[in-house]
């Protein structure tokens, strides 16, 4: 089982950045990938970027050119750089882990909002 805790969400203006975090309860290299997904009010839930235990990543859409996640593997710990915010990213974050074939978790997720 893996429990998560996200942290760094808030209120940021059209532009700015904001880095939100993710510790994990266990070791991420033995984690087969840790995801951000991101929701918005309405709309599905979607991925935003993954890094696996190998440290591959992989962009959604939304993350390209301006979205970078990374990991801490002492701290156990993954991140979500987001740069160039806009208005549309506004959403709540969620970090997940995929933990095949063990299993898959979310965490309780965090708000961001971009807003002038």
């Known amino acids: 089982q893996v429990q998560l805790v996200e942290s760094g969400g808030g209120l940021v203006q059209p532009g700015g950045s904001l880095r939100v975090s993710c510790a994990a309860s266990?070791?991420?290299?033995?984690?087969?990938?840790m995801d951000w997904y991101r929701q918005a009010p309405g709309k599905q839930r979607e991925l935003v970027a993954s890094?696996?235990?190998?440290?591959?990543?992989n962009n959604g859409d939304s993350a390209k050119g301006r979205f970078t996640i990374s990991r801490d593997v002492a701290k156990n710990t993954v991140y979500l750089q987001m740069n160039n915010m806009k208005p549309d990213d506004t959403a709540v974050y969620y970090c997940?882990?995929?933990?095949?074939?063990?299993?898959?978790?979310w965490g309780q997720g965090t708000q961001v909002t971009v807003s002038s």
């Open positions: 997940h882990a995929d933990d095949t074939p063990c299993g898959d978790y």
């Open positions: 266990r070791s991420i290299v033995a984690i087969t990938a």
């Open positions: 890094i696996t235990s190998g440290g591959r990543i």
